[in-house]
């Protein structure tokens, strides 16, 4: 079975541009969560996405947004960038239904991007 | 504010020793608490979890302890390895809610 698919693994933006993050979860997996993880916050919750559906969203600024496709699949987008979004963007996707859930997230090897 | 604290930041053990790495949290509504492993250049893979129904979970020579009434758990690594070389992470999340609330991470180096 794969596992979850980030791409681009490496990126380099300036300050300013915009980026696309894209994620495939696991095969029957429906919920896709985003994460950004940094030295100096950690591993922090950007947002949730269920059946195409942001269904929870963390604390940050509207730069940041995302989406989901029939197919489960995710994209997440971080405009007007700046130094401080440098990070490894992590999605995790976990078997999560509206009744049932299993609390388990697998996480993909995530997205690095430097914003110079 | 910070709901998870987890400490120590990095700590260092020898083979065979025993590693041990703590948690608390504020949220007395949170009932998912896993820990995750992290080694570079690679996600968090879940390692073991438990719920507050129970106060000990172990899973082969990783053990989780729980006090409820301190709001603080732990795992325990048992004749730690170097291949246990990586970064823990505490998480907990509330009513089987996707979102993890994680702590700062443990640098965990197992020396020969």
């Known amino acids: 079975k794969a596992g979850v698919t980030q791409t681009p693994r490496y990126l380099i933006k300036t300050r300013g541009q915009q980026v696309t993050l894209s994620c495939s979860p696991i095969?029957?997996?429906?919920?896709v969560s985003w994460y950004q993880q940094t030295p100096g916050q950690g591993l922090q919750f950007l947002f949730e996405?269920?059946?195409?559906?942001?269904?929870n969203k963390g604390n940050f600024p509207g730069r940041f947004s995302g989406r989901q496709f029939s197919n489960s699949r995710s994209e997440m987008n971080v405009s007007t960038l700046e130094l401080g979004d440098s990070a490894l963007y992590l999605c995790?996707?976990?078997?999560?239904?509206?009744?049932?859930?299993?609390?388990?997230?697998?996480f993909g090897e995530g997205s690095r991007l430097t914003v110079l | 504010q910070q709901q998870v604290k987890q400490s120590p930041q990095s700590l260092i053990v020898q083979k065979g020793g025993i590693s041990i790495i703590n948690c608390a949290y504020e949220?007395?509504?949170?009932?998912?608490f896993p820990w995750y492993q992290q080694f570079p250049g690679k996600g968090p893979a879940l390692l073991i979890a438990?719920?507050?129904?129970?106060s000990e979970k172990k899973e082969g020579r990783f053990t989780i302890s729980f006090n409820k009434s301190a709001k603080q758990f732990s795992l325990h690594i048992m004749d730690s390895q170097p291949g246990d070389s990586a970064t823990y992470f505490c998480?907990?999340?509330?009513?089987?809610?996707?979102?993890?609330?994680f702590g700062t991470g443990t640098r965990l180096t197992i020396i020969p």
């Open positions: 998480a907990a999340s509330k009513g089987g809610n996707e979102k993890l609330t």
């Open positions: 095969s029957g997996h429906r919920s």
């Open positions: 949220n007395t509504a949170f009932d998912y």
């Open positions: 995790a996707s976990s078997l999560s239904s509206t009744s049932v859930n299993t609390g388990e997230l697998f």
């Open positions: 996405y269920f059946s195409e559906t942001q269904r």
């Open positions: 438990i719920r507050p129904d129970v």
